[in-house]
């Protein structure tokens, strides 16, 4: 494992408003990062928005402002959400910012200077929504919306000429382009012959873009523009130090609904300037209501913000990650969440402290017992706890996070059992030390739960290790002491009607 670990999202539309499938990507990336720092690896992690093209430019139009401002505006929208998500970011680019235009620019004129950008007239489909020109075969997908006819001059960056070159590097690099069917799908649109890439725009028809270097006239904007912020944030041109140490990236993180363009179009200008590939393109799935898209028309979009307000921003991290098998779409409904909440939430791991604290107050003065000697039961559950690490980081490094939750579970599930078969509240009475013995293995094997949750949870993980007398413990085997004391709480996750 390297020693620093470099994650991105997607930056965001600065004109639509976050959704969960927005926040999922988000949480996604803050749940891995917060558990590669506990690793103790270096993290960097960027997020940030897209702010530049055709819709932006309309929307502040249509409100009377300067783009700029329209943009400024509604920037909080998400970085006010993603302070109540607790997301631990190390870095926000905004593409309106100096230090990107800089680099965009300077990007650009890399990939004239190497012969790779023609100036040419051009008639083709092309969507507005995804605001750059789509295939035939694209256009009768069905995938994209408001697509018209357009013709026009513009710039062409020479994507067809690192065809085979990048066919290569997916083959011969395996852990490219993640999951293996995402691998596959771009194989196959890669049989095809590759189009060239539209990077401009007339300043006549939108100016909301940067600038080329090299004709006045024109600006580019979205796709060329925005990929580009994966490597401005570590400080490409601008911090060598900084940048070597970070790039190439470990993992950009993505829907797959952007696969093409990251997995094609970033590695070919990445090609052209002659900088090195990140290593892994990880496209997850959608997340459906119920059985339908998620979509502004249908009126089916759920916020985050409301969700938070009514549940806690823990158990709504906990759903998404224990529910959606990396790779694949999965399906919010409301009942489900509920349902996982009181199941694992409620009834098992919070369960599980309620028990242990409520008979520690009550049998030994508010403190951790003395484990005793350990009987094969005991051994059991401290042998699969020293364990569970590596399992969890075996599933974790291989994309598998619902299983990886789904093993702590059913650890907990399994002390839980191991509490119903002692029943230290009976036992108490006849041996003290044997319910003391019980009592502590039950309490060590929540906390190193806990631990293993936290990146998750981080908030509600904190407060029961806070509980629990164990702040800054690790997963070896012995983090409770005994005669610490106790601290009071309220229920972790009161049950849900
Ligand atoms: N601005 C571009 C990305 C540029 S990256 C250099 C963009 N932005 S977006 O705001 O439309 O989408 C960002 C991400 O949100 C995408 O990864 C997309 O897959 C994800 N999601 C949007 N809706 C989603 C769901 N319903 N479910 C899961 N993720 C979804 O594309």
């Known amino acids: 494992m390297s020693d620093t670990f470099y994650l991105t999202t997607p930056i965001y539309y600065v004109n639509d408003k976050p959704h969960i499938g927005t926040a999922y990507t988000t949480i996604l990336a803050d749940v891995l990062t917060r558990y590669h720092r506990n690793e103790g690896q270096e993290t960097f992690f960027l997020t940030g928005l897209d702010e530049h093209g055709q819709k932006v430019q309309q929307a502040a139009e249509e409100r009377g402002v300067e783009a700029q401002q329209h943009c400024d505006e509604m920037a909080p929208r998400f970085t006010e959400l993603w302070e109540q998500l607790h997301i631990s970011h190390d870095d926000f680019i905004r593409t309106t910012e100096k230090r990107h235009k800089k680099v965009v620019r300077d990007i650009l004129q890399q990939v004239m200077d190497k012969g790779d950008i023609y100036e040419a007239e051009y008639e083709g489909l092309y969507s507005v929504s995804e605001e ?207 349902q996982r909440y009181n199941s694992d939430l409620a009834n098992d791991f919070g369960n599980l402290l309620s028990r242990v604290s409520t008979l520690m107050k009550k049998n030994y003065n508010g403190k951790i017992p003395e484990p005793g000697d350990f009987t094969e039961a005991e051994a059991v559950i401290k042998s699969n706890g020293e364990s569970l690490g590596e399992v969890v980081k075996e599933k974790i490094e291989a994309m598998r996070l619902n299983e990886a939750i789904e093993e702590i579970m059913q650890y907990i599930r399994s002390v839980n059992k191991y509490m119903e078969n002692n029943a230290p509240w009976k036992l108490v009475k006849e041996d003290k030390d044997a319910a003391g013995r019980v009592l502590y293995t039950a309490g060590e094997a929540l906390r190193i739960g806990a631990v293993l949750l936290s990146s998750v949870m981080p908030n509600r993980t904190a407060i029961l290790l806070d509980v629990l007398n164990a702040k800054g413990t690790n997963l070896n085997w012995g983090g409770l002491t005994p005669g610490n004391e106790l601290q009071n709480h309220e229920p972790l996750f009161p049950r849900m009607n």
Request: glycine share 6%; proline share 5%.
């Open 132 to 338: 750059r020109f789509i295939t035939e075969k694209e256009a009768e997908s069905g995938e994209f919306r408001d697509i018209k006819q357009l013709k026009e001059k513009n710039y062409f960056f020479k994507m067809s000429k690192y065809q085979q070159a990048l066919i290569d590097h997916i083959e011969s690099n395996p852990q490219f382009i993640q999951p293996d069917h995402r691998k596959n799908e771009i194989l196959g649109f890669l049989r095809q012959p590759l189009n060239d890439l539209c990077i401009s725009r007339p300043k006549s028809r939108l100016n909301w873009g940067i600038e080329l270097p090299f004709d006045s006239n024109y600006v580019t904007y979205v796709w060329f523009d925005a990929l580009i912020n994966y490597i401005t944030a570590p400080g490409y041109g601008s911090d060598e130090e900084s940048f070597n140490k970070w790039w190439p990236a470990s993992y950009h993180l993505i829907g797959k609904d952007i696969l093409t363009t990251h997995a094609v179009y970033w590695p070919t200008m990445l090609m052209s300037v002659g900088i090195e590939l990140p290593k892994t393109i990880f496209a997850h799935g959608w997340w459906l209501m119920g059985e339908s898209k998620m979509s502004k028309s249908l009126g089916n979009v759920i916020n985050p913000m409301d969700l938070i307000d009514d549940y806690g921003v823990d158990p709504v991290r906990y759903y998404l990650m224990r529910e959606m098998v990396l790779g694949q779409d999965s399906s919010f409904t409301m009942e489900s969440f509920i």
